[in-house]
């Protein structure tokens, strides 16, 4: 190694020089003169060379983020570059030998630029035609990659194109820093960062990342064979591939073991055994992105979106390339509310009860979020997500908003009652008020939207199977278990359309897609739309996550907490990343949330769901069926104290109009109709059962019995003790805004 700096740089130069005059070039932009390396021109020349930048940038190399369900286990991982980084201790001795033997025998000896390397290689590979040496130091190489490394980081097209151009004024810049860098570090540390650089093909870098792929062991346990194997790659991954072109690997690995016994780094025994030796390089790829989620793929999709799309991860990047780009490069662990038991409950449930497969093409999706938390626990559906087995292709998220990567949601038909009944409850009325269950046909102008009469004329309407319609009147608790459209009407009639959409937004409710519906010409919302009287009976799309995390807020007293995917972020050294924590607030008053709880209580014991049945072990839930007109869309939205989860089933047909779900096989079985209670009331139970095995049965508060109220029965009760007959019925959707019905099964 050179005495000083100045005799260091004379003597790079002077070989540079050297070469130039032999090839005959200009090297970085200026006329190198035809002199010695201490003559007036070199001078000058090594002046120049002198002035050119020397302070290398190194940023952290780049390694894939990990994405882990609450319990630790890996979801996914996302990389552009497969790298894990090591320190020199947990790299065998045999691959650090390998390395600097083929790429750079005199690398202990230069300091940065090995003037005679660089003669030597012109010419052993001008001359010869040969291609075993190259012209570069390992600190050369480790200032190329740096680079490029850099430059994609930054995502710079140019910076990537300076880097690998094939002209002496890179090289003399790498020359300049490589000589600097020998200053700045020890050899140990240069060959390091070499070895953790490095590209090995396709997407691995790195010498711990190749050892796993191709010989799926780390970099510490690495055999002398394999050794020189992956050193072979290092000038040309793809040629020397020892899966793909296993010949010429081990030519090429073969001639690393030469150079190592030249070298004396082995012995001729050893040369000799080494060299006989089968390559036994297999691929053992790390998988890459959601797709390799199995039947949590679409939870991983909606934690991607959601790091990159909201601000509120600014910690891993300003924008939303920013953050991408994080994703895949910043080495982050992110660790989910993804509960593994309940996730395995839901595929089980949608997956068995309609087969992906299936002909019918009935899709279902189910969401479970945790009250109190917000906590996304549970998303699946009946698709699969990579393409690679049945019911494939389906890469649209049914459980989430079209701006996470979903659809634009589904009508809810009476699973949005309950915000109905929550309006009720609020202005002050009772579970036991008597309402008008016949009348099924008012005017517009009989409604009223923040003080205002509707604009518009009549809307007609029915009960599925018109049941209702030859008596006086019903309780709301009635009403609201046996689903009946006229008795909600007629609640809806009574209050402010105004306060039935704004005690929903408190609960998160919103559109899946921006609308038009009740807007100014030429504006969009996702707003709840409040100029239809329909409202009450579902009309709208929300999706399935929405409704989750809304009637999740009924089973925690109150308390709305915005969903939430991720737990935390852990960065590269295990600090953590700041990341948006639990967000709460009071949407109701307790005794509110009590009543509401209560008032959906007999769905499952004599209502709409009874043929489902409570969940065993006496433990108590209550919820909400759904059907919209021609059974298109299907719910069920129920909760326990613990647990909320919101099922839908539908046939959606993303190339026009969804269809009906009646009069089809569905899994085996003919359904002349399908309604909540068929498929997605079953659903959710198979879900909740073994979700909340093993858990303490919680009960739901008592309202006050002002809430509660008492029910005297009208003169003629009519039909209010009968259960809505099992069929379709509509409701004229007056002015086209949709008519929706909730039949009983």
């Known amino acids: ?290 797709a390799n989620a199995g039947y949590s793929a679409y939870f991983c999709d909606y934690v991607k979106r959601t790091i990159e799309q909201n601000d509120a991860f600014k910690a891993l990047g300003a924008t939303q390339d920013d953050r991408a780009n994080a994703l895949l490069r910043g080495g982050y662990t992110i660790k989910t509310t993804l509960d593994p038991k309940v996730q395995k409950a839901a595929w089980n449930s949608v997956s068995r009860t309609i087969k992906p497969s299936d002909k019918s093409k009935v899709r279902t999706a189910a969401v479970t979020v945790e009250p109190g938390t917000g906590n996304i626990i549970a998303m699946a559906q009946n698709t699969t997500y990579n393409g690679k087995g049945p019911g494939t292709g389906v890469f649209l998220n049914y459980s989430v908003d079209r701006k996470d990567g979903g659809s634009a949601g589904f009508q809810t038909g009476s699973t949005f009652k309950p915000y109905t009944l929550l309006a009720w409850l609020k202005a002050g009325h009772t579970l036991n008020d008597t309402v008008d269950a016949s009348t099924g046909t008012r005017s517009f102008s009989s409604f009223k939207a923040c003080g205002k009469p509707l604009v518009g004329g009549s809307y007609t309407y029915s009960n599925a199977g018109d049941s209702g319609s030859k008596g006086g009147g019903m309780s709301v ?153 021609n059974s298109i869309a299907t719910w069920f939205v129920g909760f326990t104290p613990q647990l909320a989860t919101a099922v839908w089933v539908g046939r959606p047909n993303h190339d026009g109009e969804p269809t009906s779900l009646n009069g089809r096989t569905i899994n085996g079985t003919y359904y002349g109709s399908v309604y909540g209670a068929t498929l997605a009331a079953p659903i959710w139970k198979k879900i909740m059962e073994p979700a909340l095995k093993g858990k303490k049965v919680e009960k739901f508060d008592q309202p006050p019995s002002s809430m509660i109220g008492h029910y005297t029965p009208p003169k003629q009760e009519g039909d209010d003790k009968k259960k809505t007959n099992d069929g379709p019925g509509n409701n004229g959707n007056g002015n086209g805004a949709g008519g929706i019905v909730d039949p009983n099964r």
């Open 1 to 290: 190694m050179s005495s000083g700096p100045e005799r260091n740089v004379l003597g790079l130069f002077g070989a540079f020089v050297a070469c130039s005059v032999v090839m005959g070039l200009l090297g970085a932009g200026l006329m190198l003169p035809v002199v010695g390396a201490s003559g007036v021109g070199a001078k000058k020349s090594v002046d120049v060379f002198a002035k050119l930048p020397s302070n290398l940038e190194q940023p952290p190399l780049s390694q894939g983020s990990t994405v882990l369900d609450k319990k630790g286990k890996v979801l996914a991982s996302f990389y552009e570059e497969n790298r894990e980084v090591v320190p020199l201790s947990k790299i065998s001795p045999n691959m650090q030998n390998a390395v600097v033997a083929i790429e750079d025998a005199r690398f202990y000896e230069h300091g940065g630029f090995d003037s005679k390397g660089l003669v030597r290689a012109f010419v052993t590979n001008k001359v010869n035609g040969a291609t075993e040496q190259g012209a570069s130091t390992l600190t050369q190489q480790y200032v190329k990659n740096v680079l490029v490394e850099t430059a994609y980081v930054n995502n710079d097209k140019q910076g990537i194109e300076d880097a690998r151009a094939q002209n002496y004024g890179r090289k003399l810049k790498e020359i300049r820093y490589a000589v600097a860098l020998e200053k700045q570090l020890t050899k140990p540390e240069i060959l390091e960062r070499y070895l953790n650089i490095i590209w090995f093909g396709g997407k691995i870098y790195g010498v711990e990342a190749a050892a796993h792929f191709y010989y799926d062991t780390t970099a510490a346990k690495l055999t002398l064979q394999q050794a020189a194997m992956l050193a072979g790659m290092i000038q040309a991954p793809a040629q020397w591939d020892p899966v793909d072109h296993q010949d010429d690997a081990a030519q090429r690995r073969n001639i690393v073991l030469r150079r190592m016994l030249d070298l004396k780094m082995i012995d001729q025994a050893t040369y000799e055994t080494t060299r006989e030796q089968s390559l036994g390089a297999k691929e053992h790829p790390v998988p890459n992105g959601c």
């Open 477 to 629: 608790w009635n009403a609201t278990a046996n689903s009946v459209n006229k008795a909600y009407v007629s609640m809806e009639q009574k209050l402010d359309i105004c306060d039935i959409a704004k005690g929903a937004e408190a609960l998160g409710v919103h559109q899946a897609i921006p609308t038009g519906d009740c807007q100014p010409k030429g504006e969009t919302s996702e707003d709840i739309p409040t100029c239809y009287p329909s409202l009450t009976l579902g009309v709208i799309n929300i999706s399935p996550l929405t409704q989750a995390t809304a009637y999740a807020a009924f089973a925690a007293e109150g308390e709305y907490c915005k969903a939430r995917a991720v737990a935390s972020i852990e960065d590269r050294d295990g600090n953590d990343v700041s990341v948006p924590g639990k967000s709460c607030k009071q949407a109701m008053d307790k005794d509110v949330a009590d009543g509401m709880a209560l008032g959906l209580s007999r769905v499952l014991t004599n209502g709409t769901a009874a043929r489902v049945g409570p969940l065993p072990g006496g433990r108590p839930a209550s919820g909400k069926t759904g059907t919209t007109n």
